[in-house]
Structures are given as structure tokens and as C-alpha cells.
């Protein structure tokens, strides 16, 4: 197989090695194996089997680098799947973190969570719960019942 410079093969993803370098396979390979690539994005062991977009450094075909990954209409539609509602909202100001959500906000651990629901509850689970203070620790609300 010969490769014109700048010249895009696609390939696909076989495998990530111990260090996380993926190794990938394309048309014309002659060696037996998938072959290590350089990447230009962000990869995890959920890109193994995807379709990528290779060049290769200096015209030689035994160091592909991986310029993207191809996306068919069908990933699209099962990775963004349209929806009436709005998405969960985060805001980063350097000081402060806002999320919003139209329905709640769960933040969870093992068998630790908090949830913050539209009515206005706030619901703490889990195992083992410790509530300390240095200054006064305070419970107010319209009724409190321990137990």
C-alpha cells in the first residue's frame, strides 16, 4: 500500500497497551500486528473497535498517529439523544460551583448520598453520618424529629 503525504487512512482501534498507548490496525498494514499510534485526542478503553482517522509521521507507515475519530449518524444519535428536557448545568467562577438540574441532583459514594430534589428536600443517606461543628451546630425547621 502506498500513502501520499497528508494522506488519510482510516483505521481502527484494537487495543489500548499497558500505558494506555492505543494500538491500531488499518488496509495495508504489513506488519502481523496492530501497530502503536501517536494521538491528537483523548482515547479510553471505549474507543477500542472505533473507526479513527490516521496520518503518518515523516510518510512511514509504521508511525501512525491518530487525527480523530470517526463518527457515523447512528453514535451520534445514541451518544446525544435529543430531549425535551434541559441538560444538568455546571458553572465554575474560580470560587464557586453551580449545578442545576431541572429535577434533582444526586451525589453519590458506596452507600453515601445527597439528594437535592425540585421541592426543595434535601435527603442525606448513608452507612455512618457525622455532623460537627467548631461553632454552634444548628437544627431549625418548622418541626425536628430524632428517631
Known amino acids: ?10 483505521g481502527k482501534i484494537i487495543n489500548l497497551d499497558d500505558k494506555g498507548t492505543p494500538l491500531v490496525d488499518y488496509p495495508g498494514n504489513r506488519n502481523q500486528q496492530p501497530l502503536p499510534a501517536l494521538t491528537t485526542v483523548s482515547l479510553s478503553i471505549d474507543n477500542i473497535g472505533r473507526e479513527v482517522a ?8 509504521n508511525k501512525p498517529i491518530i487525527m480523530g475519530l470517526i463518527q457515523s449518524s447512528l453514535e451520534n444519535m445514541v451518544e ?10 455546571a458553572q465554575l467562577d474560580g470560587d464557586t460551583v453551580v449545578l442545576s438540574a431541572e429535577k ?7 452507600k453515601a448520598s445527597i439528594t437535592l430534589t425540585r421541592a426543595g428536600k434535601i435527603l442525606i443517606r448513608g452507612a455512618y453520618v457525622l455532623s460537627r461543628s467548631s461553632g454552634v451546630n444548628r437544627l431549625k425547621g418548622a418541626s ?3 428517631n
Open 144 to 146: 425536628i424529629q430524632i
Open 54 to 61: 490516521l496520518l503518518f509521521a515523516e510518510g512511514d507507515l
Open 80 to 89: 446525544f439523544p435529543q430531549s425535551n428536557t434541559a441538560p444538568l448545568k
Open 104 to 110: 434533582e441532583i444526586v451525589l453519590q459514594c458506596g
Open 1 to 10: 500500500m502506498s500513502v501520499q503525504p497528508g494522506e488519510v487512512v482510516i
